[in-house]
């Protein structure tokens, strides 16, 4: 699910009408940890993801790890794994 982003390791994909979306930025804002957002709507060719939030942590081998909606616990492991770099 994309490329190797240099510090910004965690990849947002959001709606912008989507609530729990604006809660999921917010966690990660909270949280102080660099990441990118992309507005699924503006990226038509993003036609694999189905929901949204759906966050992503991405390594330097192209593999990720996401977690689809929110869920704390699940983020948490991923910020964990993001912060341990």
Do not use: W
């Amino acid at each position: 699910m994309g490329v190797f982003m240099g510090k910004k390791k965690i990849i947002l994909y959001y709606t912008k009408d989507c609530p729990v979306c604006k809660t999921a930025r917010e966690y990660l804002k909270m949280k102080k940890v660099s990441f990118k957002e992309i507005d699924i709507d503006q990226h038509p060719e993003i036609d694999y993801i189905l929901a949204s939030p759906v966050i992503c942590q991405l390594n330097k081998k192209g593999k990720s790890r996401c977690v689809i909606g929110y869920n704390k616990e699940k983020l948490d492991k991923l910020i964990k794994k993001v912060k341990k770099r």
